[in-house]
């Protein structure tokens, strides 16, 4: 049984920073791809980032381009969020999952999920 746990989150002004990490357990996290996700209120879960299991691979929506960088750490089973120049738009709970199949952008294709993690922007 594989556990994601998400920490990190909290209250910031825009422009400000925060990096989320998402600790795995298991011995398999390295052979797997990881995401994000986040979920706002009365919104649909979309996707954030993703990464391969060699960190070779790097995905982002268009949206957080150049403000978030998605990273991990194998021999310490944890991906990270690195969140930059933060708008009160990416105010949401993120969660991270494990990539099983498919489109990277698409949740259906992961198969375990941490319990997530708020992060709230203020303006």
């Known amino acids: 049984q594989v556990q994601l746990g998400e920490s990190g989150g909290g209250l910031v002004q825009a422009g400000g920073s925060l990096r989320l990490s998402c600790a795995a357990s298991?011995?398999?996290?390295?052979?797997?791809?990881m995401g994000w996700f986040r979920q706002a209120p009365g919104k649909e879960r979309e996707f954030v980032a993703a990464i391969s299991w060699s960190g070779g691979s790097i995905y982002y929506a268009d949206s957080v381009k150049g403000r978030l960088t998605i990273s991990r750490d194998n021999a310490k089973n944890t991906v990270y969020l690195q969140m930059s120049s933060l708008k009160p738009e990416d105010t949401a709970v993120y969660y991270c999952a494990r990539y099983s199949s498919g489109p990277y952008y698409d949740l259906r294709g992961y198969d375990y999920w941490g319990q997530g993690t708020q992060v709230t922007v203020s303006s």
């Open positions: 298991g011995r398999t996290f390295s052979s797997y791809a």
